[in-house]
């Protein structure tokens, strides 16, 4: 699968902020999705992950009740809806994909994602 993220931009604190990924390839369905982040400087850390039907969802904790993700699995995208965003959310923002077929859940750690999109940025100023 590949994945093409996009919706980062500037924008002032306490702004929304919708990101998106679009996935081309087979059996999106399939797929485990995930959004994480990499601030300049500090390792690539976890925002938000669903499972493949989407109704199950974990947050880091930095973004619980800010932060939403939701999958499209006929239009095959996932978004993350962000809001009342803080200076410290400011990093570029991955999407990830993974497809295990024995398991319906979350993954939260980077290292069970195989496949990765580009990277949007988002900046926000305070």
């Known amino acids: 699968v590949q994945l093409q993220a996009s919706g980062g931009g500037l924008v002032q604190a306490g702004d929304s902020l919708r990101l998106s990924c679009a996935a081309s390839?087979?059996?999106?369905?399939?797929?485990?999705m995930g959004w994480f982040r990499q601030a300049p400087g500090k390792e690539r850390e976890f925002v938000a992950a669903?499972?493949?039907?989407?109704?199950?969802?974990y947050y880091a904790d930095s973004v619980k009740g800010r932060f939403s993700i939701s999958r499209d699995n006929a239009e095959t995208t996932v978004s993350l809806h962000m809001n009342s965003l803080k200076p410290e959310d400011t990093a570029v923002y991955y999407c990830?994909?993974?497809?295990?077929?024995?398991?319906?859940?979350?993954?939260?750690?980077?290292?069970?994602?195989?496949?990765w999109g580009q990277g949007t940025l988002v900046t926000v100023s305070s």
């Open positions: 990830a994909a993974v497809s295990r077929p024995s398991y319906t859940g979350i993954y939260s750690s980077r290292r069970s994602y195989d496949y």
């Open positions: 390839g087979r059996s999106f369905s399939s797929y485990a």
């Open positions: 669903l499972n493949r039907s989407g109704v199950g969802k």
